[in-house]
């Protein structure tokens, strides 16, 4: 029988102060299960206001037997916890006398049979309930989520660190979004686990430990270094000298180097070599990451006096939001604050926000939030030939969806026709 652990976190929205509410308030209900979290989210939206969150219930598959997520394994456990989640939450908020309004859930993309364990659900309580249902882009779910406790407005730059994840967007308006870097090949998080795995580390979250490790175990200054491992940034040969058409980012060589420099030491590694591995690999990867910020920032900036070189894409850029589990680690805030070249490419300096990280790692609140803009913003939504979407690409974002009808918009907006 699988075990799992309920972590329930309730976090307020952020209202303009001193405004009488409009009576009617309407209540989303959201669903997520697109990787290793079962998320269930309960918010409660006025109309021209930010949601408030209720509720959120998470239930977290292990990855630390398995060394990895492995899909067959995550689907049964969402099968397993996400109609449990939300038969819970039902009980505390009464959904049975106060089904919610609105139905959200993570359509993709992600992994198909997890995903389908939410979808399913999703289906069967917009039916039995005559609620409409949205179909949610998880991605965009990372996008908007930090509006509700930062202060950013559009156009506007996301850097997404996460275990599934690594890119950096342009999300212009509500419905436009651009992956201008993606990851190549696997994200940062995902490396710097299966790095820190390969060093020896153990558990969940291992770029989390890493990070703890490194802190507390600085490598001794003045010896020469006790393991063999190259130390250069991906993509910095001469191929790559000048800035090419596409600017991605890879995170799978710094895995193959630590597999390498692990093999060709010939011996278990001592905390000597351990300590030197584990600082320079972290360091490395967000080096990485910094300069491949740079080479974009340089190629779609708006600075005049490099107009030869840049094509002002990221023109009216004032705020970079930064989110993700990775975007955690102090050494990657610190280095992204004094070493992205902000003035040189966009002419005055940005400001960075780091929004709470329970709002900004995979969660239903995010998906609940992205659903009320899709339904109430872009006026779409989803109807009951809904799949998964395994692969969704950001700019198909508004594909797959029917317009909301008139009467099913005033339904959830203003109560008409409920039984609230
Ligand atoms: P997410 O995919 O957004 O849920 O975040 C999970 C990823 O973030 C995993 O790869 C974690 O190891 C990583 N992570 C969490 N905390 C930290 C940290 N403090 N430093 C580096 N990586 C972290
Ligand atoms: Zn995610």
Redesign the pocket.
């Known amino acids: 029988m699988l075990r799992y652990t309920i972590s329930r976190r309730t976090c307020g929205g952020v209202n303009p102060p001193n405004i009488i509410f409009p009576a009617r308030q309407y209540r989303v209900l959201a669903l997520e299960s697109s ?3 079962s998320c269930v989210a309960l918010l409660e939206k006025t109309p021209s206001f930010s949601p408030t969150v209720i509720d959120h219930y998470r239930a977290t598959l292990s990855l630390a037997q398995d060394g990895g997520i492995i899909p067959t394994a995550a689907q049964s456990f969402h099968n397993y916890t996400i109609g449990d989640l939300v038969q819970k939450m039902g009980e505390t908020y009464n959904f049975n006398q106060h089904p919610p309004d609105l139905i959200c859930v993570t359509r993709g993309p992600g992994m198909v049979g997890s995903l389908t364990a939410s979808i399913q659900l999703a289906k069967g309580l917009a039916i039995a309930w005559d609620r409409p249902l949205v179909g949610v882009h998880h991605m965009l779910g990372h996008l908007l989520t930090p509006r509700l406790t930062e202060l950013v407005k559009f156009p506007f730059l996301s850097l ?6 690594t890119m950096l967007v342009l999300s212009r308006d509500m419905g436009h979004h651009e992956v201008v870097v993606d990851t190549m090949d696997i ?4 490396s ?2 299966k790095c ?1 795995r390969e060093m020896g580390f153990y558990g ?9 490790y490194v802190d507390e175990n600085l490598p001794l200054e003045g010896i020469p270094p006790p393991i063999e491992i190259p130390l250069g940034l991906p993509m910095r040969g001469p191929r790559n000298a000048r800035f090419p058409d596409t600017i991605q980012f890879s995170f799978a060589s710094f895995l193959l180097r630590v597999q390498t420099a692990v093999k060709q030491h010939q011996r278990p590694l001592d905390e000597d070599c351990r300590r030197y591995m584990a600082f320079h690999i ?1 360091n490395l990867v967000f080096d990485h990451v910094i300069d491949r910020v740079n080479v974009a920032l340089k190629k779609h900036g708006t600075n005049e006096a490099m107009c030869d070189i840049n094509d002002g894409k990221f023109t009216g850029v004032r705020d970079i939001v930064v ?10 805030a610190a280095k992204l604050r004094s070493k992205l070249c902000f003035e040189q490419a966009l002419g005055e300096k940005p400001t960075l926000h780091f929004p709470p ?1 329970n709002l ?3 969660n239903a609140i995010m998906i609940g939030l992205a659903g009320i803009e899709t339904f109430e913003t872009l006026r779409k939504m989803s109807d009951m030939t809904m799949l998964s979407r395994p692969k969704w690409p950001m700019g198909d974002l508004l594909e797959g969806y029917v317009n909301v009808p008139d009467n099913v918009y005033r339904r959830v907006m203003e109560g008409l026709g409920t039984c609230i």
């Open positions: 990787c290793d979290d997404l660190c996460s275990g599934g994840h994200a940062v998080g995902d710097l686990d820190a969940n979250m291992l770029a989390k430990e890493m990070e703890k972290q989110s993700g589990g990775v975007a955690a680690n102090k050494t990657l990280l900004c790692t995979d």
